[in-house]
C-alpha cells in the first residue's frame, strides 16, 4: 500500500514536500518515482528513483526526489512553486529496482494547489 500526504494550498514561490509511506519489507528492493495529473489534463512523469536511492532522475530541477529505506517512505521536495504544478501527485512503484522500470502500483494521490 502506498500512501501520499503533504498536499496543501500554497503560494506561488513557496515550498513543499511531499511524503509517500509504503507497507510491506520490500520497498527498499523497487524503483519509485511520481507522476502527477492537473484537472482537466492527463498524467505526467515527474521524477524517479532507483531502489538504493543513488540513481534519480526528474524532469523540472525544481523538484528533488528522495527515499529513506529503513523508514520505507519516499519524498518529493517541490521548490519555487507556480501555478501550473497545481495536480493530484501520485507515488507509484516501479516493477524492479532500474530507475526508469514500469511501475505497477500507484498509491492514491495528494492534492498540491498552487494559488495566491
Known amino acids: 500500500q502506498l500512501v501520499e500526504s503533504g498536499g496543501v494550498v500554497v503560494q506561488p514561490g513557496g515550498s513543499l514536500r511531499l511524503s509517500c509511506a509504503a507497507s510491506?519489507?520490500?520497498?527498499?528492493?523497487?524503483?519509485m518515482s511520481w507522476v502527477r495529473q492537473a484537472p482537466g489534463k492527463g498524467l505526467e512523469w515527474v521524477s524517479a528513483i532507483g531502489a538504493s536511492g543513488g540513481i534519480t532522475d526528474t524532469v523540472n530541477s525544481r523538484f528533488t526526489i528522495s527515499r529513506d529505506n529503513a523508514k520505507n517512505t519516499l519524498y518529493l521536495q517541490l521548490n519555487n512553486l507556480k501555478p501550473e504544478d497545481t495536480a493530484v501527485y501520485y507515488c507509484?512503484?516501479?516493477?524492479?529496482?532500474?530507475?526508469?522500470?514500469?511501475?505497477?502500483?500507484w498509491g492514491k494521490g495528494t492534492l498540491v494547489t498552487v494559488s495566491s
Open positions: 507509484a512503484k516501479g516493477g524492479s529496482n532500474w530507475v526508469h522500470a514500469a511501475s505497477d502500483y
Open positions: 510491506g519489507s520490500t520497498f527498499g528492493s523497487y524503483a
